[in-house]
């Protein structure tokens, strides 16, 4: 029998999930950026909404297998679709967005993902 799934992690992973990443290049160094990758509706738009704003601070972050994770996948997104270090960075995202709403997980999505509004 399987073990019952934990529904706000599964929100959060499936808000992770809707996000696609990207690699634009400006007059500086490459920047790797995240958006919807289509209509979402409901707790899974909010959880989105959250990884998004995690995801612009991913950079500066203290968690260092993210910021890792988010360096690899912005390199390899420069040379190929790169979906080994797709998945891992989507891993740690959604860790770093579990770890900062798991207290509260309605309340801290609302606020993480208010920030993107």
Same mark, same amino acid.
């Given at each position: ?9 599964? &929100? &959060? ?10 690699? /634009?290049?400006?007059?500086?160094? =490459? ?14 738009? #909010? ?5 998004? $704003?995690? /995801?612009?601070?991913?950079? %500066?972050?203290?968690?260092?297998? %993210? ?5 690899? %996948? ?9 979906? *080994? ?6 891993? #740690?995202? $959604?860790? $770093? ?8 997980? =309605?309340?801290?999505?609302?606020? %993480?993902? /208010?920030?993107? *509004?």
């Amino acid at each position: 029998m399987d073990a019952p799934v934990d529904y706000w992690p599964q &929100v &959060v992973r499936q808000g992770v999930l809707a996000l696609g990443f990207s690699v /634009h290049r400006g007059f500086g160094a =490459p920047i790797l950026s995240a958006d919807f990758i289509g209509p979402l509706e409901g707790w899974t738009r #909010r959880a989105a909404q959250a990884a998004l $704003a995690m /995801h612009k601070e991913a950079e %500066l972050s203290d968690d260092e297998q %993210l910021v890792q994770a988010r360096l690899r %996948l912005l390199a390899a997104l420069e040379q190929s679709a790169a979906a *080994d270090e797709l998945a891992a960075y989507q891993d #740690r995202l $959604a860790r $770093a967005v579990w770890a900062a709403v798991r207290q509260d997980p =309605p309340r801290r999505i609302e606020a %993480l993902g /208010h920030a993107e *509004d």
